[in-house]
């Protein structure tokens, strides 16, 4: 036990980047599944999430100055605490997932202006381009096969599709997961809108996406508008898209 006692902030030390993360993962999915609105929350979230990750870093660091100050930090102690500074390296993950969803917040509220035109192949091979749908409203639908809310969605999306195709309505799904993927979970949860693989020129705009699910809007000038939310009931979508059919393209 006095041995154990001795190498205290090496087993810290050792343990604190794998706590870091298990911290991370259990206080914002906490968070997460105890948020009113997880639209307007997410820094919150993201910023406690990000300070729990500091507490193993924090538990070290006052083992060794315990030790320092008893005059017994050995070798090993400061192995220990230098392991447990590298962890500050995975308080990157918050980060990123920041500055991810802060773009994707100001991708999706653009408005007016002309949307980057794509243009790569579906998941059965066949070519897709925006440009050929010019004069059309144009769903693009971020996805991934793991999102429940997009297996939630999906299916709205495809009977929205067949019910106003005829009057200029166009739905593209885009995923950035292998073709084989996509085709499994179609068998599964079947849509008759083309799904886009990653193999062509896909804009970023497409690509930095944080949350899933995400709805680009194009109206039938070409340009981009806001869409509802994804945590919107889905007939507020369906209103605007209504109101962008009924405009009259020039």
């Known amino acids: 036990m006095n041995k154990l006692s001795k190498q205290r902030v090496l087993i810290a030390g050792i343990v604190s980047p794998f706590a870091a993360l298990i911290l991370y993962a259990l206080v914002y999915g906490?968070?997460?599944?105890?948020?009113?609105?997880?639209?307007?929350?997410?820094?919150?979230?993201?910023?406690?999430?990000?300070?729990?990750?500091?507490?193993p870093l924090?538990?070290?660091?006052?083992?060794?100055?315990?030790?320092?100050?008893?005059?017994r930090l050995t070798l090993s102690g400061k192995c220990g605490l230098a392991l447990a500074l590298l962890s500050?390296?995975?308080?990157?993950?918050?980060?990123?997932?920041?500055?991810?969803?802060?773009?994707?917040?100001?991708?999706?509220?653009?408005?007016?202006?002309?949307?980057?035109?794509?243009?790569?192949l579906d998941?059965?091979?066949?070519?897709?381009?925006?440009?050929?749908?010019?004069?059309?409203?144009?769903?693009?639908?971020?996805?991934?096969?793991?999102?429940?809310?997009?297996?939630?969605?999906?299916?709205?999306?495809?009977?929205?599709?067949?019910?106003?195709k005829d009057k200029g309505l166009m739905v593209f799904g885009i995923s950035d997961e292998d073709v084989l993927t996509q085709q499994k979970f179609v068998h599964q949860i079947p849509v008759t809108y083309p799904l886009l693989t990653l193999n062509g020129k896909v804009?970023?705009?497409?690509?930095?996406?944080?949350?899933?699910?995400?709805?680009?809007?194009?109206?039938?000038?070409?340009?981009l508008q806001p869409a509802p939310g994804s945590g919107q009931p889905f007939e507020k979508i369906e209103s605007v898209v209504n109101s962008l059919l009924d405009e009259v393209s020039r």
């Open 30 to 55: 906490t968070l997460t599944s105890y948020s009113s609105d997880r639209e307007k929350d997410w820094r919150f979230r993201l910023i406690v999430s990000a300070i729990a990750m500091l507490v």
């Open 58 to 71: 924090a538990l070290t660091a006052f083992l060794a100055w315990k030790d320092r100050r008893a005059q």
């Open 88 to 120: 500050l390296g995975l308080a990157w993950i918050p980060i990123h997932d920041g500055i991810a969803r802060a773009r994707q917040i100001r991708n999706l509220a653009m408005h007016d202006v002309a949307a980057p035109a794509f243009d790569t």
């Open 123 to 164: 998941i059965a091979g066949k070519p897709q381009r925006l440009a050929d749908h010019y004069g059309d409203v144009v769903i693009v639908n971020i996805w991934a096969t793991w999102c429940e809310p997009c297996r939630d969605e999906m299916p709205k999306l495809d009977q929205l599709y067949r019910e106003r």
């Open 203 to 223: 804009p970023a705009l497409y690509r930095d996406v944080a949350q899933y699910p995400a709805i680009f809007l194009i109206d039938r000038k070409g340009q």
